[in-house]
């Protein structure tokens, strides 16, 4: 939940797409023709277009856990921290970064980004894979959230990103499961992010951040470096290398939580 905190407005989203003009509310099925057409000018074929939305339909329930979520933290630091990086998740962090040193290594080398700070994230986002991932399918919770008029362009352009992801063949449909905002993987990328930030590292042609551990590392690691990353930098509060963070979430006490968890991973 608290990845939407970060959603980036990535508007323009597929090169040559059009400006978002579906019309938010109203008929639902009219809504999905008129999202067809714009992911159609925007180069998305028509096969993919039919196959994500046949059979879609507003989803209730993704509207009332959307109204439940509050994007903002309520808890001091202190109290926040106690709940997400136990001595488990330290001493599990700790494996990752032996079980993957030589990848960790390979990232680093390319990106800039210390592997404490990516096994990190991928602890707190998702128990290093083992954890929740969301359950919901990606295109019927962004279809929902997109009708919905609080944040349609926001969705809008989550939904035509996630169109772009069946598109280039990285996730096939029954794999585009994500959680309550659309969010895809192992570090939960919304899916303009995945579109944006995401990397083929292990060269099998397509970008999996649900299955494939070395795509899932180097797109965290791609992004924190896109936005100013610094290798061998202080990385705590105020820092430059914690302002990077701040595209990964706004949340200052979730970035907070992030130095904090990879220094306990390196005995700092």
């Known amino acids: 939940m608290h990845r939407l905190a970060l959603a980036i407005l990535f508007t323009a ?31 998305v074929s028509q096969g993919v277009i039919s196959e994500a939305f046949t059979g879609v339909s ?120 994500g959680a309550g905002a659309g969010e895809i993987g192992q570090t939960q990328f919304l899916p303009s992010s995945y579109v944006k930030y995401g990397v083929d590292f292990d060269g099998d042609g397509r970008v999996d951040l649900r299955h494939s551990v070395p795509d899932v590392l180097a797109s965290t690691a791609n992004l924190l470096h896109t936005n100013g990353f610094k290798m061998g930098a202080p990385y705590g509060e105020g820092s430059e290398n914690f302002e990077a963070m701040h595209e990964w979430n706004h949340a200052l006490i979730y970035r907070k939580t992030i130095a904090y968890f990879a220094d306990q991973l390196v005995g700092r």
């Not at 978002?20 to 008129?34: H, I, T």
């Open 58 to 177: 507003n989803d209730q329930a993704v509207l009332n856990f959307d109204r439940r979520q509050r994007y903002t933290f309520n808890k001091s630091f202190e109290q926040y921290v106690s709940t997400r990086v136990g001595p488990g998740r330290i001493n599990g962090g700790r494996a990752m970064l032996r079980r993957h040193a030589a990848l960790l290594s390979q990232i680093e080398a390319k990106f800039g980004v210390p592997r404490q700070i990516i096994v990190a994230i991928w602890g707190l986002e998702s128990d290093f894979g083992k954890g929740d991932m969301g359950k919901q399918q990606v295109i019927r919770t962004l279809a929902t959230l997109a009708h919905d008029c609080r944040r349609t362009e926001l969705f809008q352009g989550e939904l035509l990103a996630a169109l772009k992801i069946l598109q280039r063949g990285d996730l096939p449909l029954r794999e585009m499961i």
């Open 13 to 43: 989203l597929l090169a040559a797409g059009p400006a978002f003009a579906a019309k938010c509310g109203g008929d639902f099925n009219s809504f999905v023709a008129a999202m067809s057409q714009e992911a159609a000018a925007a180069g």
